[in-house]
């Protein structure tokens, strides 16, 4: 079994910054991709942006140049760094893990809350 515990949510002022972190424990045998995806009410879970296991990334149009996520193949985890955060940046933020074998985990998700 494997779990996502993720961590660094919290409220920020428009224009601020926060850096989220998920680490992955349990059996992990191979992982194929890490990242974060997003849901604010009343809308359907969106990816933010993933990153592979060689490292290639992609974003979403709305987070380019202003989100940054990366990966310690090491310890099983994975960042968002997130710069100058908008209102409309507000959601509960999950991490999600694919292994070599295609199955997905889910973390419990971080409240991410920016005020204008």
């Known amino acids: 079994q494997v779990q996502l515990v993720e961590s660094g949510g919290g409220l920020v002022q428009a224009g601020g910054s926060l850096r989220l972190s998920c680490a992955a424990s349990g059996i992990i045998f191979s992982i194929n991709a890490m990242g974060w995806y997003r849901q604010a009410p009343g809308k359907e879970r969106e990816l933010v942006a993933s990153?592979?296991?060689?490292?290639?990334?992609v974003y979403q149009e709305s987070v380019k140049g202003r989100f940054t996520i990366s990966r310690d193949n090491a310890k099983n985890t994975v960042y968002l760094q997130m710069n100058s955060l908008k209102p409309e940046d507000t959601a509960i933020y999950y991490c999600?893990?694919?292994?070599?074998?295609?199955?997905?985990?889910w973390g419990q998700g971080t409240q991410v809350t920016v005020s204008s």
């Open positions: 990153i592979s296991g060689g490292g290639s990334t």
């Open positions: 999600n893990l694919i292994t070599g074998f295609g199955r997905s985990y």
